[in-house]
């Protein structure tokens, strides 16, 4: 069912789904905020053993209107017993109402009430605002790097490119979940300090579109260090399409080299520098660990 653009600043409300007309309003809107051509989207019959059997198919609702979804299932990687999120999408028109983070706290209380300590997912790590709610909004962890993960999609979102995906973990009950839930982030003038602390290993300069484009990755060194993304990938699609794969494996060869020198991803921002918004991962070298004592 359709949303009126009149209703998109109404307030929302967060449940499970539970009957058929909603299960098949979530192919709708993951039609419209994938770009989805000829790949099919999750059916309601998938989804309602989904959420009979360990899983949850979660909505929010502006009135009788699907505005977003969230759908998971249990997970089990041999040791750990977890919380997949599949798939969380937002209507386009609903995408700047804080939608999807509200969605993810509301899945993060049903998977708590499950008791389950940790959701995990993947998402694309050239989408700044994918980025900004996993790392910065969330406080969840980057815990890997993969390369094409879901082969070729015939999607609006990927373009056509490889489906690189950032593997991530958020652990429900850490102390900087809860701050950064609660909103305690850093300040505009705390990011500002971290990126002039921290050396580049995506060196980026503004294109002939006047977008930026990556001219070189850099082998990480310093403590500190950022990697630049694209601040809005779907304009580099529509006006860089070449610079899109120039991006992709850019970013992925900088990542791939972080996080084998034992970088973690610490948070994201975005940084406006000479009046020009641009996105970073900002990563740290972790500590060594300590030698045990000597007896």
Known sequence: MSAPASRAREEFRFRRLAKPEEFRAVEEVERLAFGLKTDHPTSPSLQRALQDHGGLVLGAFSDIYLAGFAVGFLGWDGTTLYHLSHLTAVRPEYQNHRVGFRLKAFQRDEVMRQGLGEIRWAFDPLSSRNAA???????????GYKVHYFGQIDSEADGGTETDRLTVRWTLA???????????????????????????????????????VPTAVAEPSADRVHLEIPFDVGLVRAHESAGLRTWRHAVRDAFRAALDLDYVVDDFAVITTDHERRSFYLLSRRPPAAAPPKP
């Open 174 to 212: 850490d102390p900087r979940v809860e701050q950064r839930l609660g909103g305690k982030r850093p300040t505009r003038e705390d990011d500002l300090a971290r990126y002039r602390g921290s050396a580049a290993i995506v060196e980026t300069e503004v294109g002939e579109t006047g977008l930026r």
């Open 133 to 143: 709610l996993t790392v910065r909004k969330l406080g969840a962890s980057i815990s």
